[in-house]
């Protein structure tokens, strides 16, 4: 990940680019599921989405045409012949696909013409999308596997030789894995994925995936291979979730399908099958959750070439699916985004060097180097450093539980050969780390740059920026990014380290700091696919998702497993894509049915709480009601999108009982307090919308005052920082919330940052004993904050997606300013502000095809107005409900603080 700071001199003048670009429109950002030009579509209604590009004030579309074909040309001359969906009277930049029935393994191409307000028809480049399997039916290649059982350590290579004799045209492999895999053809490894496929809960989904192979492929001779790993399926490692019992657990298998499409037009298919050969690999050892062991004595130089002599070799056998529903993985993948080079290294004597990353990540470490043959080489990867400079992995082993020392935790194991220098990587494991720690059994040659790092996490595109000018809070907003980055790989995760689960109340914590920063809808759809195979019918779901089974009786409840609601209504809120809440309504309603069935007088106790608080704990039954309520109002509002009117009248009742008994049981209206008016007992009922109106007022000013009490400092866990900035910001206490969030000593976020953090801690006191992970993105809420509370930058519940943007920005009086935006579907939406004496100059852009509701802050006014392009006076007028309307288009705005 690349973190783009905007130097602040250049905050507030007018982008080059706006004002050098003309008013002349284009089209851009054409996507299918998201994704550009995909491959191995499954849907048979895939959403074709795009971007309309028009510096015009006031830009809009007006009308849409859609033309697919299965020839570009036909596209390129105006032709649909597979779906033209003729002109559409629509300002909606996101579709489904509805013209002829889509074939498997069929590549597609297709554009949008936009005309927009000016009557101009603008039309986009030519895009495409290939369909994959579409159905289980359409596989050809069989399951296979070695031989062996699951307490075989060495990972398996198989291979398979054909001949091919005419010239291909275009090749496709598609591959699903009972484990992880890495694939070759020729010598050469296919793609950058690593990781692949995504963690599934293994017996009842599995994802496959696509490779385009027509470069790899030559005529004669070649040579399939696949390395394949334990990843979550095979666990050999033991913790305390028990993943080495699961219930799916089995040696690794795959199963492969290699479509060929020559010249000629004639078509063959290469499968996995009996015809295939397997022998152990060099890879000894490999587990998701502790490292991965290679022994280099052991490599077979060729194996994946033509010709290679693997008459010593093994046949296969077959194995049965994992699970008959295989489906295709369409999300952006893992890679090595980043590498890292260490910024220093110590020698501690003559086998033992460590080195330091300078930044914490979650990932892997690259070592270059030649030795004695049966060198033993071990890097052990931690967050810390013991005093006397060896690495400390006291604060992440606490879960692991090994039955020997054969498998030390983040620690791989490299076995030189004496052939010269090589480069040891693993491939089925990543780790959180900071430092690496070299060992060996023998004097090896080393230096600073033998060893270097490569970060590691789901792919997703950067959607955010931001800029103030606090450099603490700068450097909390990068480290919050960090920490969301390194626990996202095809789920979220709670931390890369010490336990790599997916903890669902980490991950609805941090759901809005994702998405204001990364564009990451496909990883939640993915995950949220794991939610509805892990659902009880009862309606309950683990705290962990994906899960081997464990985690049904112990840390769920409303507090955390509402993931189910609450991700899917701010993906709809962000993205505007009703979809995922679509295909969980049915789940959501089962998990609020469950709740109300075990919690009848409208308040609950099930859950786990305000976890890892500073001080004050706060009544599970307070902050598990509040999200009960989020949840059932969720339900409503789903329920009046999808024209369910009797279910939205039944869940409506339903929030309305909760909320009522809620205040019945916590709120002294003598005096305005929840319970004993701590911060999270004062701020949640507010943030969730539990407090009555009337009394939202006073409530805050008890919350302010209760902060200030705690001198600016947080007392909250996990629930608490999540509503803590965002009660008070929103109810007119932005300076007290700027307060906290600034805030440099014990306990906040920037004593993190002052104490060297570069990602979030597990817990506020960075000596505490236990729960102390340096790597976790539990209270990672900060990040979201930064884009509402300062930039004020909103969905719009009435318009989502940004359709409408609501801006409610706050000029905090000690900041000198910010400069915020964040990439919708619609475009760039940016809200910068900087103090200029008395009056405070704002800058807004809201880009073509959207509005937004300006609402500006108590105490002041808007001086002048214009146009940030031409310099053109704008008059902003109030609406009825207090705020100025916003065209699309840039604005420059000077408002005067009243006394």
């Given amino acids: 990940m690349k973190i783009r700071v905007v130097a602040f001199f250049i905050l507030f003048s007018i982008s080059n680019y706006l004002i050098a670009q003309t008013h002349r429109a284009s089209v851009s950002n054409l996507r299918c599921e998201y994704l550009h030009n995909p491959l191995g579509v499954d849907s048979?209604?895939?959403?074709?989405?795009?971007?309309?590009?028009?510096?015009?004030?006031?830009?809009?579309?007006?009308?849409?045409?859609?033309?697919?074909?299965?020839?570009?040309?036909?596209?390129?001359?105006?032709?649909?012949?597979?779906?033209?969906?003729?002109?559409?009277?629509?300002?909606k930049i996101l579709t489904r696909y509805a013209g002829e029935k889509l074939r498997p393994f069929t590549r597609y191409f297709w554009s949008v013409s936009v005309w927009n307000n000016r009557n101009e028809k603008v039309s986009s480049p030519v895009a495409s999308f290939e369909t994959g399997m579409m159905g289980m039916e359409n596989w050809t290649g069989s399951w296979i596997s070695d031989d062996k059982d699951i307490h075989e350590k060495a990972a398996p290579y198989f291979r398979k030789e054909f001949k091919l004799e005419k010239k291909v045209s275009h090749a496709r492999i598609y591959i699903a894995a009972a484990g992880l895999y890495e694939l070759s053809i020729n010598e050469e490894e296919v793609g950058d994925h690593v990781l692949d496929p995504g963690y599934t809960r293994f017996d009842r989904r599995n994802l496959y995936v696509t490779h385009d192979v027509t470069k790899e492929l030559k005529n004669g001779e070649n040579a399939l291979g696949i390395l394949l790993g334990n990843g979550w399926y095979n666990h050999q490692s033991t913790a305390v979730w028990y993943f080495h019992k699961a219930p799916w657990r089995n040696r690794p298998a795959f199963c492969l399908d290699l479509h060929i499409t020559y010249e000629d037009g004639s078509k063959e298919i290469i499968t996995s099958g009996k015809d295939w050969k397997t022998s152990l690999s060099p890879v000894v050892f490999n587990s998701i959750y502790t490292a991965e062991h290679y022994d280099a004595r052991l490599e077979q130089p060729g194996w994946c070439s033509p010709g290679f002599d693997d008459s010593k070799w093994n046949g296969v056998i077959y194995r049965a699916a994992p699970s008959q529903n295989i489906v295709s993985q369409m999300m952006h993948p893992i890679r090595h985004v980043e590498k890292i080079v260490p910024q220093r290294m110590s020698q501690l004597n003559d086998t033992t060097f460590v080195f330091d990353l300078g930044r914490n990540i979650a990932g892997v470490s690259a070592i270059t180097l030649a030795g004695e043959e049966g060198t033993i080489v071990r890097l052990k990867h931690g967050e810390r450093l013991y005093d006397n400079g060896h690495v400390d992995l006291s604060n992440i082993d606490v879960h692991y539980r090994p039955v020997d020392d054969s498998d030390p935790f983040q620690t791989d194991i490299y076995i030189l050969n004496g052939k010269g220098e090589k480069t040891f990587m693993p491939r089925f494991n990543y780790k959180g780390f900071q430092y690496v720690e070299v060992t060996s059994n023998k004097p090896i040659n080393i230096s600073k740059e033998s060893l270097v790092a490569y970060f590691m996490h789901s792919d997703v595109p950067e959607s955010g920026e931001l800029a103030t000018t606090n450099p603490t809070l700068n450097k909390i907003w990068e480290a919050t990014n960090n920490s969301y980055l390194s626990n996202l790989f095809a789920y979220p995760t709670d931390c890369p380290q010490r336990e790599k689960n997916g903890w669902t109340g980490d991950a609805h914590i941090a759901i809005e700091t994702g998405l204001y920063g990364f564009d990451g809808i496909t990883v939640y759809e993915k995950w949220l696919a794991d939610?509805?195979?892990?659902?009880?019918?009862?309606?309950?779901?683990?705290?962990?998702?994906?899960?081997?089974?464990?985690?049904?009786?112990?840390?769920?409840?409303?507090?955390?497993?509402?993931?189910?609601?609450?991700?899917?209504?701010?993906?709809?809120?962000?993205?505007?894509?009703?979809?995922?809440?679509?295909?969980?309504?049915?789940?959501?309603?089962?998990?609020?049915?469950?709740?109300?069935?075990?919690?009848?007088?409208?308040?609950?106790?099930?859950?786990?709480?305000?976890?890892?608080?500073?001080?004050?704990?706060?009544?599970?039954?307070?902050?598990?009601?509040?999200?009960?309520?989020?949840?059932?109002?969720?339900?409503?509002?789903?329920?009046?999108?999808?024209?369910?009117?009797?279910?939205?009248?039944?869940?409506?009742?339903?929030?309305?009982?909760?909320?009522?008994?809620?205040?019945?049981?916590?709120?002294?209206?003598?005096?305005?307090?929840?319970?004993?008016?701590?911060?999270?007992?004062?701020?949640?009922?507010?943030?969730?919308?539990?407090?009555?109106?009337?009394?939202?007022?006073?409530?805050?000013?008890?919350?302010?005052?209760?902060?200030?009490?705690?001198?600016?400092?947080?007392?909250?866990?996990?629930?608490?920082?999540?509503?803590?900035?965002?009660?008070?910001?929103?109810?007119?206490?932005?300076?007290?919330?700027y307060k906290i969030a600034a805030q440099e000593s014990y306990p906040s976020w920037g004593w993190w940052i002052v104490n060297g953090a570069t990602t979030l801690l597990e817990n506020w006191d960075i000596h505490a004993q236990n729960d102390i992970s340096m790597n976790h993105i539990m209270f990672g809420e900060i990040g979201a904050w930064l884009y509402k509370g300062l930039g004020g930058i909103y969905?719009?519940?009435?318009?989502?997606?940004?359709?409408?943007?609501?801006?409610?920005?706050?000029?905090?009086?000690?900041?000198?300013?910010?400069?915020?935006?964040?990439?919708?579907?619609?475009?760039?939406?940016?809200?910068?502000?900087?103090?200029?004496?008395?009056?405070?100059?704002?800058?807004?852009?809201?880009?073509?095809?959207?509005?937004?509701?300006?609402?500006?802050?108590?105490?002041?006014?808007?001086?002048?107005?214009?146009?940030?392009?031409?310099?053109?006076?704008?008059?902003?007028?109030?609406?009825?409900?207090?705020?100025?309307?916003?065209?699309?288009?840039?604005?420059?705005?000077?408002?005067?603080?009243?006394?």
């Avoid at 074909?69 to 001359?77: A, E």
């Avoid at 318009?799 to 990439?823: C, R």
């Avoid at 509701?853 to 109030?878: C, F, M, R």
């Fill in 531 to 737: 939610h509805r195979d892990e659902q009880q019918p009862n309606g309950v779901l683990p705290s962990i998702i994906p899960t081997d089974g464990w985690g049904y009786e112990w840390g769920n409840g409303p507090d955390w497993t509402s993931t189910i609601a609450l991700i899917p209504w701010n993906i709809y809120l962000f993205y505007g894509d009703a979809s995922l809440l679509e295909s969980c309504y049915e789940n959501i309603k089962r998990y609020v049915d469950h709740i109300t069935q075990i919690s009848p007088l409208g308040t609950t106790t099930w859950g786990l709480g305000d976890w890892v608080p500073v001080k004050s704990k706060s009544p599970v039954e307070l902050t598990s009601t509040c999200y009960y309520y989020a949840d059932a109002v969720i339900l409503s509002e789903a329920a009046k999108l999808f024209n369910k009117p009797a279910d939205a009248n039944k869940y409506s009742a339903l929030a309305a009982k909760i909320k009522q008994a809620f205040n019945n049981k916590f709120y002294y209206p003598e005096t305005g307090i929840y319970a004993s008016g701590t911060q999270t007992e004062l701020s949640a009922p507010l943030y969730w919308g539990l407090v009555p109106e009337q009394e939202k007022e006073r409530v805050a000013e008890n919350l302010a005052i209760r902060v200030e009490a705690d001198q600016f400092h947080l007392d909250v866990g996990l629930l608490g920082q999540k509503s803590i900035l965002n009660a008070l910001s929103e109810n007119g206490y932005a300076e007290v919330a």
């Fill in 795 to 899: 969905p719009d519940p009435n318009n989502p997606g940004f359709k409408n943007v609501i801006l409610k920005p706050s000029f905090i009086s000690t900041l000198e300013g910010v400069d915020i935006s964040h990439q919708s579907l619609y475009g760039e939406i940016k809200s910068a502000w900087k103090h200029k004496g008395k009056s405070v100059v704002y800058s807004v852009i809201i880009p073509a095809n959207s509005t937004a509701s300006l609402y500006i802050p108590d105490g002041y006014e808007i001086q002048k107005s214009s146009d940030a392009v031409t310099g053109k006076k704008i008059n902003l007028l109030l609406g009825n409900d207090g705020s100025c309307k916003l065209q699309a288009g840039s604005y420059l705005i000077e408002l005067f603080e009243k006394k």
């Fill in 44 to 91: 048979a209604q895939p959403r074709l989405s795009w971007m309309l590009n028009d510096a015009e004030s006031g830009a809009k579309q007006v009308a849409f045409e859609l033309l697919v074909s299965t020839d570009s040309l036909n596209i390129v001359n105006g032709e649909g012949d597979v779906w033209d969906s003729g002109k559409t009277t629509s300002d």
